[in-house]
């Protein structure tokens, strides 16, 4: 019931494509959604985050898409760039009083070809 | 401004020894939490400190301990290690109530 499951695990795509990834969880206590990008060498870095009184939330080229009757969301990254290449994290955590802690998905690698 | 820094950036250990990692929360923030991070996996929650004190914890054993100093900082110690525990040590910082988790760069902690 803690767990986010996150697909695909990797994920090819070509330079100006839409990447999407994917996440579903179980427990409806969470009400905070981030989504994290990890650089090899590096420590995950937050990208965008999204609340369930939300269906969309856009930045940039980021968008993150949320169905909470599904339990569902998932991060879109359109005009995808070589740059874009990394590992990207779901994950979502309960407020401060009931945990706060964050469970992530078991990651995408997401691959940009020129 | 500083973010999250953490020290040492890799480390090597036998089966059997001790280790303490350190870390550094970004300016203005109290709260700090410690996560494992496997090769290939996401992130798993260890535990997390605030005024000092161990507030909630992740299912990891006693061998895994923290500290959280009065200006913030924190440490990991991990005794009696085992080579499963060679892993990314990853410490991020909230201020209190806060949603997002500022990470560092982690520590890549080897057991031989």
């Known amino acids: ?114 | 401004d500083a973010g999250v820094t953490q020290s040492p950036t890799h480390l090597i250990k036998t089966r059997g020894q001790q280790v303490t990692l350190r870390c550094s929360p970004k300016s203005g923030h109290d709260t700090v939490s410690w996560y494992q991070q496997a090769l290939g996996q996401g992130p798993q929650f260890i535990f997390q400190y605030y005024e000092e004190e161990e507030r909630q914890r992740g299912n990891f054993p006693d061998r895994f301990s923290g500290h959280q100093f009065p200006n913030y900082s924190s440490e990991l110690n991990v005794n009696a290690l085992l080579l499963g525990d060679s892993a990314l040590y990853l410490c991020a910082s909230s201020p209190r109530q806060g949603r997002i988790q500022y990470f560092g760069a982690g520590t890549r902690l080897s057991v031989l």
């Open chain 1, 1 to 114: 019931q803690q767990q986010v499951k996150q697909s695909p695990q990797s994920l090819i795509v070509q330079k100006g494509g839409i990447s999407i990834i994917n996440c579903a969880y179980e427990n409806t206590a969470f009400d905070y959604f981030p989504w994290y990008q990890q650089f090899p060498g590096k420590g995950p870095a937050l990208l965008i985050a999204i609340r369930p009184d939300v269906s969309e939330k856009k930045e940039g080229r980021f968008t993150i898409s949320f169905n909470k009757s599904a339990k569902q969301f998932s991060l879109h990254i359109m005009d995808s760039q070589p740059g874009d290449s990394a590992t990207y994290f779901c994950a979502a955590s309960m407020d401060y009083n009931q945990g706060g802690k964050l469970i992530f998905g078991q990651g995408t690698e997401l691959s940009v070809k020129p």
